[in-house]
């Protein structure tokens, strides 16, 4: 019998680049609320959850029905602008999708996105077929740098955490494999330190048997 083998994708940053349509529609949703935030405000903490994320902008006037409220048009005001602008995958991306899924890997998103985004990006990229589980924000009780979401992941196709390969582009993803006992590829846009077992700039530097040669490392994993 053979033995399972799975990459846990992340998402925003990993498989696509979200930012700019997160930053408008987190602009908007927040103006929306007589709130201004900046830029910098929204990059440090890109990529968390929308109910950690509302409580710091909002302070002492963050109850639960407002956060609701702000996190469900902002999510909403995303999905329009994929829907209007649509949305392609980053360099190098649909390239290990396609050999990925060739060799027999299994595939699942494990995301901090809502579930209604990570469908609809699915969809805007003709990649929905790759993925045997999509674990998203609505599945877990905490957010990375907890292993909960690669765990959860790892259990919906079937595969052992150290049968598993995270590819992620942020610090808190890569210490949420590591701390769920899997292998790492961590995306580095920018060229900053990311505490991966593997680091590249763009996917498309991969070799072509990087995933497997990375699973058959003979170093623990820690």
């Not at 909403?76 to 209007?84: M, P």
């Amino acid at each position: 019998m053979s033995v399972v083998r799975a990459v846990l994708w992340d998402m925003d940053g990993t498989l696509i680049d979200s930012e700019e349509f997160h930053w408008i529609s987190w602009r908007k949703a927040m103006a929306n609320e007589g709130i201004a935030i900046t830029r910098e405000q929204f990059l440090s903490s890109f990529g968390q959850r929308n109910d950690s994320i509302i409580p710091r902008l909002l302070g002492a006037a963050a109850t639960p029905e407002r956060i609701e409220k702000i996190s469900n048009a902002k999510e909403e005001l995303y999905r329009q602008l994929v829907r209007t602008e649509g949305m392609t995958p980053l360099p190098g991306v649909a390239n290990w999708l396609h050999r990925l899924h060739e060799q027999g890997w299994l595939q699942a998103i494990a995301s901090a996105a809502p579930r209604a985004n990570i469908e609809i990006v699915l969809e805007a990229l003709s990649a929905s077929h790759f993925f045997q589980a999509m674990v998203s924000a609505e599945d877990v009780h905490k957010g990375k740098p907890d292993p909960e979401v690669y765990l959860i992941a790892a259990s919906r196709v079937g595969a052992s955490p150290e049968k598993c390969i995270v590819v992620e582009d942020a610090v808190a993803g890569v210490e949420g494999a590591r701390r769920a006992g899997m292998r790492s590829i961590g995306v580095s846009h920018d060229g900053n330190c990311l505490p991966a077992d593997v680091v590249v700039k763009s996917l498309e530097l991969l070799g072509p048997d990087a995933f497997e040669t990375l699973l058959q490392s003979s170093d623990p994993v820690l």
